[in-house]
């Protein structure tokens, strides 16, 4: 492929475009002007890549199929999202919660850019300039008056082998975690850091539960409910400033401007047969405009975060069992 073929241009270009509007809206945000947690960066700029990329594709092509808009739309979302990575504008994390969003709303600017085409061949310069104006227009805007926050409660449960006091015990403290113990995960997948361990500073309401992450994550639990084999619930205590800047990607920091977990905590019942059934809850407040796409998001990274937790629990109250049954 040539560097000065029309299909070159509309990746370069596309990239290029990807890139200026993450540093432009950046920049707007000093102001609140703009964010890229938001409807006019998450949406509206990939569509504009993905127009950009088959008004040149056109160029070039006299015809496309639908599938190839769809498909050849996603070039530069991959070029812009590489680069974002490797120059360290974004993390690995708020890169792979994007990447769904960017190849779909790319894919509907590739199909606006044939629909252009095939109707007004004339004003399809015009076009590509209002859309490519499209988010930096309304981002004020949205900034300004729009806000859909929200909060939703993640509940996953596990049935486990062994009496009520024996999955207790395990919940308060929890001592140094082998990486083996934990399941392989896509939040692990994606970068987030690993539990290592938890301790409590007491026993009660008001005791404070400190949990330690990989990467120098910190952050408390403080005891709002203590029933001891019943349940034990806290409130999250985090200060953002205090995790490292490149342990979670500033966008999904926990406890930080977008994304914050409130409250949390784990019960305990007993099925018919004498099991354990431990259920944990995490409240999380989001405070992103992405709607159904963010919950999604959110359900899938707790559920998964839950999962290897109660897996945990798990496997640490049933090898417990299993010792002290042949201890005795």
Not at 100 to 115: D, E, K, Q
Not at 149 to 156: D, H, I, L, Q
Not at 221 to 228: G, L, R
Not at 273 to 296: A, C, H
Request: hydrophobic share 45%.
């Amino acid at each position: 492929m040539q560097l000065n073929s029309p299909k070159s241009i509309g990746i370069l270009l596309g990239t290029l475009y990807g890139i200026f509007m993450r540093l432009f809206i950046e920049l707007f945000n000093a102001y609140n002007l703009g964010s890229l947690v938001s409807i006019s960066f998450m949406f509206l700029v990939p569509v504009a890549i993905g127009y950009i990329r088959i008004h040149f594709e056109f160029k070039s092509t006299e015809t496309l199929t639908k599938r190839q808009m769809v498909t050849i739309a996603w070039q530069p979302i991959f070029v812009f999202l590489f680069v974002s990575v490797i120059t360290l504008l974004e993390g690995s994390i708020c890169v792979a919660m994007a990447l769904p969003a960017f190849m779909f709303f790319a894919s509907i600017g590739g199909l606006l850019a044939g629909f252009v085409r095939k109707r007004e061949i004339k004003k399809a310069n015009s076009s590509l300039l209002s859309i490519a104006l499209l988010p930096i227009l309304l981002s004020p805007i949205e900034v300004n008056f729009l806000n859909l926050s929200k909060t939703y409660e993640v509940t996953n449960s596990i049935t486990i082998n062994a009496p009520i006091n024996a999955v207790w015990q395990q919940l308060a403290n929890v001592s140094d975690i082998k990486p083996q113990e934990v399941p392989f995960s896509l939040t692990q997948l994606i970068g987030v850091p690993k539990p290592l361990k938890a301790s409590m500073n007491a026993s009660g309401i008001g005791a404070v539960r400190t949990s330690i992450w990989q990467k120098g994550v910190v952050f408390k639990e403080v005891i709002t409910d203590w029933q001891p084999n019943k349940q034990m619930l806290y409130r999250f205590d985090i200060d953002p400033d205090a995790i490292p800047d490149d342990a979670l990607d500033k966008h999904v920091k926990l406890g930080g401007e977008y994304f914050s977990p409130l409250y949390g905590g784990y019960e305990l019942t007993e099925d018919k047969g004498g099991n354990t059934i431990l259920t944990l809850k995490t409240t999380v407040q989001d405070n992103t405009n992405f709607g159904v796409y963010s919950r999604i998001w959110g359900e899938v990274i707790f559920q998964d975060f839950h999962h290897s937790l109660l897996t945990l629990m798990k496997n640490r109250a049933e090898k417990s069992l299993i010792a002290v049954i042949s201890h005795n």
